[in-house]
């Protein structure tokens, strides 16, 4: 079991309780092509929901479920709904949605409105916004946005890599060498995510996805040597933005006293943010070729990802040989002999 001084201890959870609007527009502008109708897009009215909204049975009259903290979307729907009533009916159904404090109206598929309810809009400082996307992908897009804004995110302490599609988390005491067996991964054609400081954030049920920060990026510290940037040194295949968390490697002396795994039979755990995944302690020492250990632990969880377990399959064998030899005791038991192999 892990020691209370092991780093996944005590893991500080961060959730995001708000974002202003002006940060929503700067991160999608682009992503789902918005405009700013009446150009309050500088706004620092604050979303406070990860969920969106369509208004429709607001714009009808009824109010009592209205979630008016979420960012409001008017698709065909409520545009045909609202060019149905008169002028006067409009204007008093629209107005209507600014008797409470919503954050801001995304208007898709191309549409746009009218002048007159614009200026209700203006009127109460509630910024609109324009997308040429179809309500669904624009819905799509939003969604995942503030899913990923407002997820419960960690910080933690280690190198993260992506070998051969599996993401790698390298944790243990400071100085240990994380950062070098990592730089000797990316040198054998894995991927870096994130060094020293990885940002985990929590997406949806069991799954963990790691990524760098923005300042740190893809450099690395190499004591002795210093900062080098593994994007620059290595190109553009040497580095990913983001992986799923997959695999815990905690990095330790060899210490004589400790019961270390050695059949594989038992598969330990450790719990990040609820999500449970899988732990390895692996002992080091001065001449251990760690990296090519670190390979065939990805490659060994790739296996039992689809089926194969390795310690299973040698138990099952040993386990046949056993019940072979009880039941003829006096079976010659010597090696197989392979016919023609001179080799």
């Given amino acids: 079991m892990p020691s209370p001084t092991d780093p996944l201890k005590n893991l ?23 405009t700013s109708a009446n150009d309050l897009h500088e706004s620092e009215r604050e979303i406070t929901e990860k969920n969106l909204h369509r208004p429709g049975l607001a714009l009808a009259g009824y109010v009592a479920l209205f979630t008016y903290h ?29 008797e409470f404090p919503i954050p801001c109206i995304v208007v898709t598929n191309g549409n746009v409105l009218e002048p007159r309810l614009l200026d209700i809009a203006t009127k109460y400082d509630v910024p609109v916004f324009y997308s040429s996307f179809q309500t669904t992908k624009a819905y799509y897009y939003m969604s995942d946005f503030l899913d990923d804004q407002f997820s419960p995110q960690t910080v ?34 894995h991927r870096l995510v994130a060094d020293d400081v990885v940002v985990v954030t929590q997406k949806g049920e069991g799954i963990l996805m790691g990524s760098g920060t923005d300042l740190v990026k893809h450099f690395m510290e190499i004591r002795g040597l210093g900062l080098i940037d593994i994007r620059s ?18 990095l330790e002396e060899w210490d004589d006293a400790q019961n270390y795994e050695r059949t594989g039979l038992d598969h330990h755990e450790v719990t990040v943010m609820g999500v449970n ?17 670190t390979e065939v632990i990805a490659l060994n969880y790739l296996l ?33 002999w392979f016919e023609h192999d001179f080799e």
């Fill in 277 to 293: 995944i899988p732990h390895v302690r692996l002992p080091i020492f001065p001449g251990k070729n760690v990296t090519v250990i």
């Fill in 12 to 34: 500080k959870i961060i959730e995001r309780k708000s974002l202003s609007v002006r940060h929503f527009f700067e991160k999608n502008r682009e992503r789902i092509q918005l």
């Fill in 70 to 98: 979420r960012v409001q979307v008017f698709g065909n729907t409520e545009l045909k709904y609202i060019n149905s009533l008169d002028e006067e009916k409009r204007a008093e159904s629209f107005e209507r949605l600014f």
């Fill in 233 to 250: 040194m290595f190109g553009i295949r040497a580095i990913r933005f983001q992986k799923r968390l997959e695999i815990i490697v905690h």
């Fill in 156 to 189: 933690m302490h280690g190198a993260f890599i992506d070998v051969y599609g599996v993401g790698v988390m390298f944790v243990g005491r400071s100085g240990i060498g994380k950062s070098e067996i990592a730089l000797d991964l990316v040198e054998r054609g």
């Fill in 304 to 336: 039992k990802h689809y089926g194969y377990d390795p310690a299973v399959e040698f138990s099952e064998r040993l386990r046949e040989r056993l019940e072979q030899r009880a039941s003829r005791p006096s079976e010659d038991r010597a090696i197989d």
